[in-house]
Structure formats: structure tokens, C-alpha cells
């Protein structure tokens, strides 16, 4: 398997000699096939080769992309931006843009060109945190994310997809959570989901919370002058009661109308989870 460095994308073996990193920009996967080792060996060359123009399609189409969904007239031309359209479509009684759902779809992107004609037992990219996954039949994957306690995925479960999203995270959000993880269908889905749970999870009256308009924060963000979450002060008991029902009830309608399989939110110690569903509860840490 070849491995390029370079200016532009990079790959590389971690230490432990089975899993791979590919990095370019903002965007870094963590990549692991597991399965006989030709169709491992084909299996991170065709991920390679797809990672390699992501970053570059998906700056060629950023205007697009910072778009609010209710504005957007065509389809991108790419196909992770296609999958961010996709996964935010859904959502169209928000604001939100595609941006909401990249670093899933890009997980998703080379998850599928990974494992396109080879034969794995599972597979899995995982990107800052929001996780693609494949499973053969009878393969679970163990996983965890900020604030939750390890959860195991099998095959037999509709969940291909981990997402956490928060004000703490590497994207603005609107709301004061922790954190808000989701399981989904795809990545992407999770992505979006948990962005639009985590802005929902908020106050709606005074509160010591800090907030900042996004543009002031990054020129260029897709959420323009909406004001964006710096800072969050101790809150009392009622106060993140309060704030969690609201992001819990946004979680409720997504899963009964089938976005998302289950969902757990943080706010300084305490949680909110909806029911258990199809996978083993998202438990409280």
C-alpha cells in the first residue's frame, strides 16, 4: 500500500501499525479495516485514493455550502457535498446549512470507497469523532464519545453512524450542552442531527451564558451574525433541566420521524436519553 506526504494530503501508519491516519487541512481520519490482509491492503488504497480530492471539491464548492438549506436552488456537484445536502434536507424547518453535517459525510465518503468490492469483517473511519462504521454480519464495534460510557453496535442494528456535538466541540453551536451524541443511519445524519440537538439544548431567558456573533468569531462562518456560545457559567439545577428538555424534545420528533436512533445529552452533570431503541441505550457516564 502507498502511502504519500507531501503539501497536500497526508497518510500515515499510527503506531500500532493496523490503523491509518489521513490528514489535509482541518479534515483528520483515523481509518481501520479489519479483514484478511489483501482485501485490508486494497481496502486502504481505495480509501487513500478517495481521501485525496475531498478537501479540495469541497473549497471549490464552500459558497454552496455555507448556504442556508432554504436557499439553496441545485445540487453540489461533489459527492460529500452531495451527502451533507442529503443529511441536512431533512431539517428544512431549521436553519441550517450543509456545513452541519461535513465531518460526517467526509467520514462516510471514504468509509464507502474503503470497502466498495472488498471483503471486510468491519471497518470504521472516524473523523475528530463522528464515526462511520461497516459490519459484516455478526461484528460489533465498541464505541464511546464525551460524557457517555461505552456503547456496543452490532450488525443486526440500523446504526452506521456516531456523532457529538456541543458547545465545547470544534463547531459553534447555539446552544449550552456539553455535549449531544447521536446515533444514526450514516454519519452524515448523526452529524447534522447532533449539530441541531446541541443548538436546541439552551435557555431562553437570562442565564449566565456568554455569547459572541459567530462572524466576529470566523468571518467567513455559515452562521453569519447569530450569536454563537463562548462561554457558559455555573448553571443551577432548574436551569440545566430546563435547557436539556428543550434539546430533548428536538431529539424526540428526529427520532419519530426515523433521523436518528437514539440520542444522549450533557449540560454539567446532568443527562437526558431517549428511550431504548434498536442499539443498547447511549448510557449516562
Known amino acids: 500500500m502507498s ?3 507531501g503539501s497536500g494530503p497526508q497518510a500515515a501508519w499510527l503506531p500500532d501499525g493496523r ?6 487541512g482541518p479534515i483528520d481520519l483515523i481509518v481501520e479495516a479489519v479483514g484478511d490482509a489483501a482485501e485490508v491492503t486494497a481496502a486502504y488504497d481505495q480509501a487513500q485514493d478517495a481521501f485525496r480530492p475531498v478537501l479540495e471539491d469541497l473549497v471549490s464548492e464552500l459558497p454552496l455550502l455555507r448556504t442556508p438549506l432554504y436557499k439553496i436552488k441545485s445540487a453540489p ?25 461535513v465531518a460526517g459525510a467526509v467520514a462516510d465518503h471514504v468509509l464507502a470507497a474503503l470497502c466498495r468490492g472488498r471483503n471486510l469483517r468491519r471497518a470504521y473511519v472516524n ?9 459484516a454480519p455478526g461484528e460489533t464495534f465498541a464505541a464511546g464519545a464525551p460524557h457517555m460510557a461505552k456503547i456496543e453496535i452490532s450488525s443486526a442494528d440500523k446504526v452506521r453512524g456516531i456523532a457529538t456535538s456541543g458547545w465545547r466541540g470544534r463547531s459553534h453551536s447555539l446552544g449550552i450542552a456539553d455535549a449531544v451524541s447521536v446515533l444514526a443511519l450514516s454519519a452524515a445524519a448523526a452529524d447534522a442531527a447532533a449539530t441541531l440537538i446541541a443548538n436546541a439544548v439552551t435557555l431562553p431567558g437570562p442565564a449566565p451564558v456568554r455569547r459572541q456573533p459567530a462572524r466576529e468569531l470566523a468571518p467567513d462562518s455559515d452562521l453569519g451574525d447569530r450569536l454563537v456560545t463562548v ?8 436551569e440545566k433541566a430546563a435547557a436539556l428538555e428543550r434539546g430533548l424534545k428536538v431529539a424526540q420528533v428526529m427520532h419519530r420521524h426515523g433521523l436518528i436512533v437514539d440520542a444522549s445529552l450533557y449540560v454539567q452533570g446532568q443527562s437526558r436519553s431517549l428511550e431504548r431503541t434498536a442499539t443498547k441505550s447511549l448510557v449516562h457516564a
Do not use: K
Open 127 to 135: 473523523n475528530g469523532g463522528d464515526i462511520a462504521l461497516y459490519l
Open 3 to 5: 502511502v504519500f506526504r
Open 231 to 238: 462561554e457558559v457559567g455555573v448553571l443551577n439545577d432548574g
Open 19 to 24: 490503523r491509518l491516519h489521513l490528514q489535509h
Open 77 to 101: 456537484a461533489g459527492a460529500v457535498a452531495g451527502r451533507m445536502l442529503r443529511a441536512v434536507s431533512p431539517h428544512d424547518g431549521d436553519f441550517v446549512t450543509p456545513m452541519a453535517a
